[in-house]
């Protein structure tokens, strides 16, 4: 399984060779253990288009119909390093395309073994802190992945369960979870994390 953190920050074209003083800084803030992280993302660089990553040509038919034509510095260099299976820690500011950096590798990963695949158990599992921000992840699966037979759902509080439960039930292939509620459905097992190949997790300094 490879992991993506995202963190929202200011600290663009900045680098830190993992394992320094300077990095252990520079993360120390979002309290979270990063000594198995193996990539650290470059912020920067030049521009590519998206045909120049080795995207299958379904995933780029979605990226098209949203609009995208030219990688932001962050999809640049974390979408190669995410389809080597590497995890990453990825920093960038709100606006920078962050949510597309990790949602085409998993939708390429995930498209890419799905044939012949029952519907079962979660594949990709993405935690979001608000609801807000769970919906606005799923739309974008939602646009960019609109020509795969991929499925994707959200589960978190304020809602009923029964329809996440419904939905689980039923397989999908990707979750947007808030932690609060993933707990509970962990909890009355009617989740099954056994299965993750991809993990995420957005905004990890909230």
């Known amino acids: 399984m490879n992991c993506i953190i995202v963190v929202p920050g200011r ?49 780029l038919y979605g990226i098209q119909k949203t609009g995208y034509a030219e990688t932001t510095p962050i999809q640049e260099k974390s979408i190669p390093l995410a389809l080597e299976g590497n995890d990453i820690l990825g920093l960038a500011q709100t606006g920078t395309g962050k949510t ?30 608000t609801r807000e921000l769970a919906d606005q992840i799923n739309q974008s699966i939602q646009q ?14 304020g809602v009923n369960k029964n329809p996440q439960n419904e939905v689980l039930s039923k397989g999908v292939d990707i979750v ?3 932690p609060g509620r993933l707990l ?23």
């Open 11 to 59: 600290l663009i074209y900045s680098i830190y060779p993992f394992g320094s003083p300077e990095f252990h800084y520079s993360v120390h803030w979002i309290s979270i253990s990063i000594y198995w992280i193996q990539s650290i993302v470059i912020l920067g660089g030049h521009v590519l288009k998206f045909e120049q990553l080795n995207l299958s040509k379904t995933i």
């Open 176 to 178: 947007i979870a808030c």
């Open 100 to 129: 597309a950096a990790f949602a085409l590798p998993i939708l390429e990963k995930l498209l890419s073994s799905h044939v012949g695949q029952k519907k079962q158990h979660p594949r990709s599992l993405i935690i979001a802190p």
């Open 144 to 157: 960019l992945g609109t020509k795969t037979n991929l499925k994707s759902t959200t589960i978190y509080g």
């Open 184 to 206: 509970d459905h962990i909890r009355e097992k009617t989740i099954t994390l056994s299965k993750i190949e991809m993990l995420v997790i957005d905004e990890a300094d909230t």
